[in-house]
């Protein structure tokens, strides 16, 4: 057996079995939770990964900045999962939060972690600065085969789509995506905008153009939509990772995103628009905002020069492709171990 392998024993041997700090229920991207796609990602490199019969949320809602309560998977090199073990002190807790800053409450979970795991560098260096545990980047993966790329063409209408999930509107630009809408194109009906949500926006226009769509949408359902539109407004004012982007990437889609908070890790796809800070609204710290005029102004150049921009949406695809897999996810995550 190699030093390596004995190394990772041992310290298995001494915790037992490693959990997956990720909440059961938690849409996490478009096709799944982090829990459920690094869970079979596992699957597939060969480690042994094993359902523990009592996942719980209860910690989810007392602190929502740390998902280190809802335990659903565990792994073991001895076919072993110790519910209690695992339960008394996670191995690994996984942040998802979109924070540059932690209460107290909050460091309190990360200290029930030896490591606490990021999705990207903003979010490890907000931990870093709250509680001293370690924080290591996991940087998460994109399921390719879910959102093959297809290149887009353009039709009679140009169709751009934000997509706000279930989370605040506000956090995820709603209104700077239907703001700048209406002022890149002030009279023309040959483009519309959809903002798509699991609840009732507060940003709605009275404007034709510019449609609402609510309620629940299933994985499949959310992968085949893309297909139906050119670019993806995705005005956030503060993500952790932002895998959402990443699928509309991998699809095809053109993406106008601000390429700071966790989305400065892909900073170089998609079209980015200068952004400014201001207060973040939940959990205090700082988001970065939008300039409304600089998306309607991209949003512009998708409509001037189509052709150039979906070259360029090709490139990125094939660039989330390489960067970005659950295997690598996998790969990266049994390397700490």
């Not at 630009?173 to 519309?192: P, Y």
């Not at 900073?267 to 409304?292: C, H, I, K, N, Y």
């Amino acid at each position: 057996m190699s030093k390596k392998k004995s190394t990772a024993s041992a310290k298995l041997v001494e915790k037992q079995s490693i959990g997956i700090a990720s909440p059961s229920f938690g849409v996490l991207s478009g096709v799944g939770s982090i829990a459920e796609k690094l869970t079979d990602a596992l699957r597939l490199q060969g480690a042994l990964v094993h359902g523990l019969d009592n996942p719980t949320t209860t910690g989810y809602s007392e602190s929502p900045m740390v998902e280190d309560c809802a335990l659903t998977a565990a792994i073991s090199l001895h076919g072993v999962t110790r519910w209690s073990d695992i339960q008394q002190r996670p191995l690994f807790g996984i942040v998802t939060e979109p924070s540059d800053t932690f209460d107290g409450s909050c460091v309190q979970h990360f200290r029930r972690a030896a490591e606490v795991l990021c999705p990207s560098e903003w979010t490890r260096a907000a931990v870093a600065r709250c509680a001293p545990v370690p924080a290591t980047i996991l940087r998460l993966g994109v399921d390719a085969d879910a959102f093959p790329f297809k290149k887009r063409q353009r039709s009679e209408k140009l169709r751009f789509l934000h997509f706000a999930v279930n989370n605040s509107d506000w956090r995820k630009g709603t209104d700077i995506a239907v703001n700048a809408f209406l002022k890149a194109f002030h009279d023309r009906d040959d483009v519309e905008l959809v903002c798509r949500s699991t609840r009732p926006s507060l940003f709605q226009r009275d404007d034709p153009r510019v449609h609402a769509e609510f309620g629940p949408l299933a994985p499949v359902a959310f992968s085949e939509m893309l297909y139906g539109f050119d670019a993806l407004v995705f005005t956030s004012r503060a993500e952790s990772f932002a895998p959402i982007a990443l699928e509309a990437m991998a699809s095809g889609m053109s993406v106008v995103h601000s390429g700071e908070t966790g989305m400065s890790d892909f900073s170089d796809l998609g079209l980015r628009v200068m952004s400014r800070a201001v207060p973040a609204q939940v959990g205090g710290g700082t988001w970065m905002e939008p300039f409304e005029d600089e998306v309607a102004e991209r949003m512009r150049d998708i409509d001037r020069s189509y052709p150039a921009v979906m070259e360029l949406a090709e490139r990125d695809a094939q660039a989330v492709r390489d960067r970005y897999s659950w295997a690598t996810t996998a790969q990266a995550f049994l390397s700490l171990l």
